[in-house]
């Protein structure tokens, strides 16, 4: 059977290859120290749980844009939270997230402005649509976020008439987020240059700063995706959601018959059963917070541990990624033929059992000695009982034998092994 010539160079989704790589080893008995996949690793509110198991006899059809009153809540508490005149017209719940980027791919016209490093998939999926892309290598003095002055120069390298930017905020895979005056900034070379923007706020509700911003306050022509997956842990449940602005209905309409000539309707009884997510449940209301609290303590721990084995990264504010460099070994690991990013995390997965992913994966210089650790190797269910408890005096050290052992063990593990090199 032949394919399509165009999908020759496709290869496989990095993240859930390294995961599947890491069950594959742990099923083996091998030591595997899981860093590369961002799986969220707490469970699903119970209310959301009980809720589900409620509707499971829910059997029919929803309407192709979503359960109404699914809509209805999303649209309230996303326009609370950023500040924009949302109604249950303009949302729109697809099967995750991933799946409705790739629909605005394609119903948008213009190239793909893709600041890296860049989540794995924005690449691809713009490929798969024949979208040119246009790549921003930001840098570590930016903390690898876009300026305003990169914008308006990839604008000027390739003139088309329209574009399209993704921002990705908290980010994946550096966990920094843009401030309200980067956003503003931004805002003005998109109005001045016609960039439609794609706001991927997967993470946004784990924001560990309490004034989380959105670029859609500043600038109609975004829209903003999102989901369940990451603060609610609900991943394989498969629900997204993307809030179209009111001044780009006509754009609302096509994504609606893509929807209906692709994937139909998202599950009824996980729509049903999604409704609580965006309701003021003390429930809801205390996971996200102390999911917050763990993630930030973890990030913090593990980026301060970094340092002082001189890997350098951005300081976490938000989601569970950090960025990493090791350019600090880069002659002691020159001489043991390690190269790349690529070479450099193979060879930490088959020497001591740490996942990471490399840096070329998310479109940086295959050369350069990056890679992204997301730090969920612990026991979500178990971290949220002790965070209930636990002395709110332990050192950080303390405080992380007890939530998060494994990611201790694999700290001490990289420092050993850096320093046998």
């Given at each position: 059977m032949k394919t399509h010539p165009y999908l020759a160079g496709l290869v496989h989704s990095a993240t859930l290859h390294i995961n599947e790589v890491s069950a594959k080893r742990f099923a083996s008995g091998q030591q595997v120290y899981r860093w590369g996949f961002g799986q969220s690793p707490f469970p699903v509110p119970q209310i959301m749980v009980e809720t589900l198991r409620e509707f499971a006899s829910e059997k029919s059809y929803l309407e192709v844009q979503g359960l109404r009153l699914l809509r209805e809540k999303i649209a309230a508490y996303s326009a609370a939270k950023i500040h924009c005149p949302y109604q249950a017209e303009n949302i729109l719940i697809g099967p995750g997230s991933k799946q409705l980027i790739f629909q605005l791919l394609l119903?948008?016209?213009?190239?793909?402005?893709?600041?890296?490093p860049s989540w794995v998939s924005y690449g691809?999926?713009?490929?798969?649509?024949h979208k040119p892309i246009i790549k921003i290598p930001t840098s570590a003095e930016h903390d690898y976020k876009v300026t305003p002055g990169q914008l308006v120069h990839a604008c000027n390298s390739q003139l088309f008439s329209q574009y399209i930017l993704i921002l990705n905020s908290p980010n994946n895979p550096v966990g920094n987020i843009y401030s309200a005056n980067e956003l503003q900034k931004l805002a003005k070379v998109a109005e001045v240059h016609n960039i439609i923007i794609i706001s991927d706020e997967i993470y946004g509700d784990l924001s560990f700063e309490e004034n989380y911003h959105s670029i859609a306050s500043f600038y109609d022509q975004t829209i903003v995706t999102s989901g369940i997956s990451k603060w609610a842990g609900a991943g394989g449940w498969r629900l997204g959601y993307c809030c179209l602005n009111p001044s780009i209905e006509s754009l609302t309409k096509i994504m609606n018959k893509i929807s209906s000539e692709t994937f139909t309707s998202v599950s009824a009884p996980v729509q049903f059963a999604a409704v609580p997510a965006f309701e003021k449940h003390d429930q809801i209301i205390s996971s996200k917070k102390q999911?917050?609290?763990?993630l930030h303590t973890i990030g913090n721990h593990i980026h301060k541990s970094l340092l002082d084995m001189h890997i350098k990264s951005p300081k976490p504010q938000g989601g569970f990624y950090l960025f990493i460099d090791f350019e600090y070994y880069r002659r002691i690991l020159f001489k043991q033929g390690i190269e790349t990013s690529k070479m450099l995390c193979a060879t930490l997965l088959e020497q001591t059992g740490i996942a990471l992913l490399p840096g070329s994966v998310f479109f940086r210089d295959p050369s350069e000695l990056t890679a992204r650790l997301a730090y969920v190797d612990f026991d979500g269910q178990q971290a949220l009982k002790l965070e209930r408890t636990?002395?709110?005096?332990?050192?950080?050290?303390?405080?992380m034998l007890s939530i998060a052992p494994k990611i201790v063990e694999g700290l001490e593990v990289l420092k050993t092994w850096l320093n046998n090199l």
């Amino acid at each position: 059977m032949k394919t399509h010539p165009y999908l020759a160079g496709l290869v496989h989704s990095a993240t859930l290859h390294i995961n599947e790589v890491s069950a594959k080893r742990f099923a083996s008995g091998q030591q595997v120290y899981r860093w590369g996949f961002g799986q969220s690793p707490f469970p699903v509110p119970q209310i959301m749980v009980e809720t589900l198991r409620e509707f499971a006899s829910e059997k029919s059809y929803l309407e192709v844009q979503g359960l109404r009153l699914l809509r209805e809540k999303i649209a309230a508490y996303s326009a609370a939270k950023i500040h924009c005149p949302y109604q249950a017209e303009n949302i729109l719940i697809g099967p995750g997230s991933k799946q409705l980027i790739f629909q605005l791919l394609l119903a948008i016209e213009g190239p793909l402005l893709l600041p890296t490093p860049s989540w794995v998939s924005y690449g691809p999926q713009a490929h798969l649509v024949h979208k040119p892309i246009i790549k921003i290598p930001t840098s570590a003095e930016h903390d690898y976020k876009v300026t305003p002055g990169q914008l308006v120069h990839a604008c000027n390298s390739q003139l088309f008439s329209q574009y399209i930017l993704i921002l990705n905020s908290p980010n994946n895979p550096v966990g920094n987020i843009y401030s309200a005056n980067e956003l503003q900034k931004l805002a003005k070379v998109a109005e001045v240059h016609n960039i439609i923007i794609i706001s991927d706020e997967i993470y946004g509700d784990l924001s560990f700063e309490e004034n989380y911003h959105s670029i859609a306050s500043f600038y109609d022509q975004t829209i903003v995706t999102s989901g369940i997956s990451k603060w609610a842990g609900a991943g394989g449940w498969r629900l997204g959601y993307c809030c179209l602005n009111p001044s780009i209905e006509s754009l609302t309409k096509i994504m609606n018959k893509i929807s209906s000539e692709t994937f139909t309707s998202v599950s009824a009884p996980v729509q049903f059963a999604a409704v609580p997510a965006f309701e003021k449940h003390d429930q809801i209301i205390s996971s996200k917070k102390q999911s917050i609290n763990i993630l930030h303590t973890i990030g913090n721990h593990i980026h301060k541990s970094l340092l002082d084995m001189h890997i350098k990264s951005p300081k976490p504010q938000g989601g569970f990624y950090l960025f990493i460099d090791f350019e600090y070994y880069r002659r002691i690991l020159f001489k043991q033929g390690i190269e790349t990013s690529k070479m450099l995390c193979a060879t930490l997965l088959e020497q001591t059992g740490i996942a990471l992913l490399p840096g070329s994966v998310f479109f940086r210089d295959p050369s350069e000695l990056t890679a992204r650790l997301a730090y969920v190797d612990f026991d979500g269910q178990q971290a949220l009982k002790l965070e209930r408890t636990i002395d709110k005096n332990l050192t950080s050290a303390e405080y992380m034998l007890s939530i998060a052992p494994k990611i201790v063990e694999g700290l001490e593990v990289l420092k050993t092994w850096l320093n046998n090199l």
